[in-house]
């Protein structure tokens, strides 16, 4: 009995895991502001499907608008298999970072090389998605904008510490609620296995009692 309770105590945990896993598959994090002269920038861009389990395609579009323009560039394309960097001032500089190995893209993130104080600006990345049903196709168009300002030297602002202190705290939050998910599991099939148990030993008094009643109404017919 001990090793079925403990067998199903390991089920429960690595049930409450996936379901953990499967909440935070997507999030819609927002995309850092300020890059350094000369490295690599990240620009993210993330727009979740709100129903999982319908297919989808998506290609990406980014476009930018350099500081005292008026009108937005397209400068690169991406479908998830081919990336096309429209932009010569882009070009060899931008890459993909995003979903990979699927046409259902809901990670554009690409990165930015040898960023410039002329990258200073708007960057804006749409989704052209297409959910697919049984009898028809929906398509949507979600657009997010990233304010890129291109400094000398890193500054660490207050967003990104407000950032790490809330990882932390979320951290540390699933792994109060996966320990009080394990005890309650724990609890409640011990209270299985007890009320198994009684169950079980009511039973087998029953029997015996049965066996009794049996033998002595033989003894009294001899």
């Not at 207050?158 to 950032?163: D, G, K, L, R």
Request: hydrophobic content about 45%; some cysteine; aromatic content about 10%.
């Amino acid at each position: 009995m001990d090793l079925f309770i403990r067998r199903l105590l390991v089920l429960c945990v690595l049930c409450s895991l996936s379901v953990s896993l499967c909440s935070g598959a997507c999030a819609e994090v927002d995309s850092d502001t300020e890059a350094v002269a000369g490295h690599i920038f990240k620009l993210g861009c993330i727009s979740c499907k709100m129903r999982g389990e319908v297919e989808a395609k998506a290609t990406v579009d980014w476009h930018f608008r350099a500081r005292g323009e008026t009108d937005f560039v397209h400068i690169y394309t991406y479908d998830g298999e081919i990336p096309n960097i429209i932009d010569e001032r882009f070009q060899d500089r931008v890459e993909w970072h995003g979903s990979k190995n699927t046409l259902d893209l809901q990670d554009a993130s690409i990165n930015l090389h040898n960023v410039t104080f002329n990258d200073s600006g708007i960057y804006r990345c749409v989704f052209n998605r297409v959910l697919t049903y049984e009898h028809y196709e929906f398509s949507t168009i979600t657009s997010k904008e990233v304010h890129l300002t291109v400094v000398a030297k890193a500054t660490r602002g207050m967003a990104s510490i407000v950032s790490e202190v809330m990882m932390y705290v979320s951290i540390i939050g699933l792994q109060l609620w996966l320990l009080v998910e394990m005890i309650y599991c724990y609890r409640k099939i011990a209270a299985a296995g007890e009320e198994a148990l009684r169950a079980s030993a009511a039973e087998y008094l029953a029997i015996a009692s049965e066996s009794k009643d049996n033998c002595a109404g033989v003894q009294v017919a001899e």
